[in-house]
């Protein structure tokens, strides 16, 4: 192994373990050449294969251990590479090197996820999304292993397999996959108080996301930033999309599914792909050590969120993906993130939820991986040699010279030497602690609703009704009324009104709950958590509305331009090349994937044929202006087809662009432009048509016409 002395190094350092399979020879294992890919070794043509086909066996014995363990949660991922950049020094908080030299550039791996669901699940299930970070530092890798949520729904690691299971399928019948619509996991939520807030979130569209590029990512536990001087901050780690935050809807969700269940991966890489890179601003909140009490919460509880409002979030640097893996499974399988992958500057707080995770990962790469030698594949390999005594195990990749395997030794000049501080020496960040031996949650802890009110009150009228529907749908499919009634009762403590909607949807009472309160051993005298439930200082926080995050721009939207023979070239060239300055994607959709011939001529190839995909893959339509083509549009073959598409488009709240000539396409359809003022339903008619048309993209949906426009016909 090279000795890099830049982190870009390690680009050339993957580079080096590339192959491509291009003008070679096909070999064996052993590098073998061989000459016949078609047929195994048999006694005559028709004879019995021979057990001496080293090549049939060795071929099949590959193909047979090709898999490995997916991983507990998180199986179903998507990865990228990128850069980080700091914009800002934080120096006076961190020594960490790549938070402090403004300009520097540390490369990145990040792997997006679902939680629950299997590998092959689809993207679009309502769930929570990891937001995984490997900073490849000078100073060693840094792992952030992060959520597109600020909180979580334990307080303790003690739970987490509980919870897993909980959501998980059933295990008599593995039903049903990605989904924690089903008995198990409402009845163990029903009896977690804790885990209301994280409820609000994951029943709000975050858990629906339009892309990754579109999702915040949240280090959700406080961390502790170590200064030169060796004083420390807590700190909370925020990443905030370019593009805004930006979700679908349950609906829409529930279609891509089907549709398209990789539509998260696909967007990923295609936008990539196309050079429109994903970014994040990187942000920190940071929190003296000796202001730790100054809150009505406790900062080591992971299910409470430090309210921008009190403190805000300083944006220090930029996240940017811009390189696709080249191999799936040797990069975004094979990344191993872990909690414990720290760097000089950076320390752990008594988080009980983080204390767990820093066992836990270690031990699920041994076992998925196979190998404590899992930091040597390359896409886990630090930018710096690895020095230390540790040697084999299996497939041990690294070759030391010389006989020391040891530390003190003579014999190896006492190589390698142990750093001091002064030389980037890990040290951990002294903190005194003392304390009983107890298994006790802190009653400081124990306040579960504050913050699950403050997020439902902090959301815009459309966001509640979508979270309203969310429980409902979620709360439908449990068979047992009692936990259904449990979990009114819970809601109750959140708001009365959320409660009352949600019990009248899924045929129970709300019933005043009394909880034993789980987190406090069965004899003790304190805390009633109906009784003396505290209320937060903060009672709305603009920053938990996704409302607040819309961003004027469309660049990595899809447009869907739908077309037939005849349809205007020039007004879709215009649009087209309009759209297309801002970096959003233009794509053709006409009755088959036979080329469409414009007025003028021309024959352009469709992307796809109106059966072939649906309004769900697209941000907005534009109806290719053209009597011609409207009326091939809307001949028998058709009408069905492009009216759900229309139909679709406009009960999901999309700007539709309805070209001249297209009269009889809506006049058709659910959208009404008579007595009707809707920003997003766009008419050649309209002064600046393709202005409005593209303002009413960048707002990403009109939600607030949610009601009225499923209310028409
Ligand atoms: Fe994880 N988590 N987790 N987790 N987690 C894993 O590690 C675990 C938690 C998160 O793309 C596993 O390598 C425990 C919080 C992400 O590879 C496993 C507890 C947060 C990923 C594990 C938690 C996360 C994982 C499974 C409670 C947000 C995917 C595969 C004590 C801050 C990383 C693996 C990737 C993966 C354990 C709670 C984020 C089993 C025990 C809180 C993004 O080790």
């Known amino acids: 192994m090279n000795d890099p002395k830049s982190t870009n190094e390690k680009l050339d350092q993957l580079e080096s373990h590339k192959t491509a399979n291009e003008e070679t020879k096909l070999t064996t294992n052993q590098g073998l050449k061989i000459s016949n890919n078609q047929d195994s070794l048999k006694a005559g043509d028709r004879g019995p294969t021979l057990l001496e086909d080293f090549i049939l066996r060795e071929k099949i014995t590959h193909f047979d251990h090709e898999r490995i363990p997916e991983r507990i949660v998180h199986a179903r991922g998507s990865g990228a ?76 690691a003690m739970k987490f397999p509980d919870l897993v299971h909980a959501v998980k399928p059933e295990p008599d019948n593995e039903i049903p996959q990605a989904a924690s619509a089903h008995d198990t996991f409402w009845d163990f939520i029903s009896l977690m108080p804790e885990s209301m807030h994280m409820i609000m979130w994951l029943m709000s569209d975050r858990a629906i996301p339009r892309s990754f590029s579109r999702m915040e990512g949240f280090g959700v536990h406080s961390f ?49 792909e196309k050079g429109n890179f994903p970014e994040w601003d990187f942000g920190v909140q940071l929190i003296p050590e000796e202001d730790e009490d100054k809150f009505d919460f406790d900062l080591l509880d992971p299910t409470k969120i430090v309210p921008e409002e009190e403190v805000p979030v300083e944006i220090v640097g930029t996240l940017t993906l811009n390189r696709n893996p080249d191999n799936f499974f040797a990069e975004t399988e094979q990344v191993a993130f872990h909690p414990g992958h720290l760097v000089p500057g950076i320390d752990f707080s008594n988080d009980p939820l983080l204390q767990g995770r820093l066992f836990s990962y270690t031990d699920t790469q041994l076992s998925r991986l196979g190998s404590p030698n899992f930091h040597e594949i390359p896409i886990n390999r630090s930018v710096n040699t690895v020095h230390n005594n540790q040697r084999d ?112 949807k899924v045929g129970v009472e709300v019933t005043e709950l009394e909880f034993p309160n789980q987190s406090l051993p069965a004899d003790s005298t304190h805390v009633d958590l109906q009784s003396e439930e505290r ?100 001949n028998p073959e058709n009408k069905q087809l492009v009216l759900h598409f229309i139909n679709e488009a406009y009960k999901h709240c999309k700007a539709i662009y309805f070209g001249e000539g297209t009269e009889p396409l809506y006049l058709n359809s659910n959208v009404s432009l008579k007595n009707h003022i809707d920003p997003a339903i766009v008419n050649s008619e309209d002064e600046s048509p393709s202005d409005k048309f593209i303002n009413a993209i960048a707002n990403h949906r009109v939600w607030d016409l949610e009601l009225e426009r499923n209310a028409i016909k």
């Open 81 to 156: 590479h990128g850069v980080f950049k700091l914009n800002k020094s934080l120096s006076p908080y961190t020594k960490a090197k790549f938070l402090s030299e403004v300009g520097k550039e540390t490369p990145v791996f990040v792997r997006f996820s679902t939680v629950a669901g299997s590998k092959g699940s689809t993207d679009l299930a309502r769930d929570v999304r990891g937001f995984a970070i490997k900073f490849y530092t000078d100073e060693g890798n840094y792992d952030l292993v992060a959520n597109n949520m600020p909180v979580f729904f334990i307080q303790d």
């Open 224 to 272: 502790k930033f170590i200064n030169e001087e060796g004083k420390s901050h807590f700190v909370k780690f925020h990443f905030k999309p370019k593009l805004g935050v930006h979700s679908v809807a349950w609906d829409e969700a529930q279609r891509i599914s089907g549709v398209d269940p990789d539509f998260h991966k696909r967007d990923l890489w295609e936008s990539i």
């Open 393 to 504: 195990g299996h497939m041990r990749q690294q070759i030391v010279k010389g006989k020391v395997s040891y530390e003190p030794n003579s014999i190896g000049g006492g190589c390698p030497f142990q750093a001091m501080m002064s030389e980037g020496g890990f040290t951990s960040h002294e903190e005194r602690v003392s304390g009983t031996k107890i298994r006790q949650r802190s009653e400081s802890f124990v306040d579960h609703y504050s913050q699950a009110k403050l997020f439902y009150n902090s959301q815009s009228a459309p966001e509640k009704i979508h979270l309203q529907n969310a429980l409902i749908f979620e709360l439908s499919k449990v068979t047992i009324p009692e936990i259904r009634k449990r979990m009114v009762g819970q809601l109750n403590f959140i708001d009365k009104n959320l409660a009352e909607k949600v019990a009248a």
């Open 535 to 634: 209320e937060a200082h903060t009672t709305f926080s603009g920053a938990l509305s996704m409302r607040n995050t819309v961003k004027n721009t469309i660049e990595g939207r899809k447009i869907g331009f739908i077309m037939a023979d005849g349809a205007d070239e020039t007004a879709l060239n215009d649009l087209k090349t309009k759209l297309e300055s801002e970096n959003a994607a233009v794509e053709i959709i006409a009755p088959s994937l036979a080329p469409v011939k414009t007025d003028a001529g021309t024959s352009l190839t469709p992307k796809h044929s109106l059966s072939s995909t649906a309004s769900v893959c697209f941000d907005a339509l534009f109806i290719a202006a053209g009597e011609k083509s409207a009326n091939e549009l809307l």
